[in-house]
């Protein structure tokens, strides 16, 4: 399943890391594979492995993470990937830090995009610094 969450920002289960076609009809640039253990595709595109090994892993890597993909995601589209639902997490932090989408709207956003993308975290703990 993938979901556009923004023009250029793709997010994906790892069905969509292993399916070529999505990358064609896509046109991804940029693979983030935040798996331990899932590898990517033998295919032309920037591979950018970041292992989230548990949740206070993702805690300790996710601001550099949501930096990159704001750095990247005018002039690429971008497919984030995972096995546990940190590719949604991700999406909502992004569009809380980058995009300016209330801590208390994300959730709803996102379901608007794809009713059936899963946001159980308390995002209080993720405050801006």
């Given at each position: 399943m993938i979901t556009e969450i923004i023009n250029g920002i793709y997010i994906g289960d790892i069905n969509s890391l292993l399916d070529k076609n999505i990358y064609k009809l896509y046109n991804i640039d940029i693979v983030i594979n935040l798996t331990t253990h899932y590898q990517f595709l033998d295919i032309k595109v920037s591979k950018i492995k970041?292992?989230?090994?548990?949740?206070?892993?993702?805690?300790?890597?996710?601001?550099?993470?949501i930096q990159?993909?704001?750095?990247?995601?005018?002039?690429?589209?971008?497919?984030?990937?995972?096995?546990?639902?940190?590719h949604t997490l991700t999406a909502a932090l992004f569009l809380i830090?980058?995009?300016?989408?209330?801590?208390?709207?994300?959730?709803?956003?996102?379901?608007?995009?794809?009713?059936?993308?899963?946001?159980?975290?308390?995002?209080?703990?993720?405050?801006?610094?």
């Open positions: 970041y292992p989230i090994i548990n949740f206070t892993d993702y805690l300790d890597k996710y601001r550099k993470l990159f993909i704001y750095s990247k995601f005018i002039n690429y589209n971008i497919l984030i990937c995972s096995d546990e639902q940190y830090n980058y995009g300016n989408i209330p801590e208390y709207d994300v959730k709803s956003v996102l379901t608007n995009k794809n009713d059936k993308l899963v946001l159980d975290y308390d995002l209080s703990i993720f405050k801006k610094k």
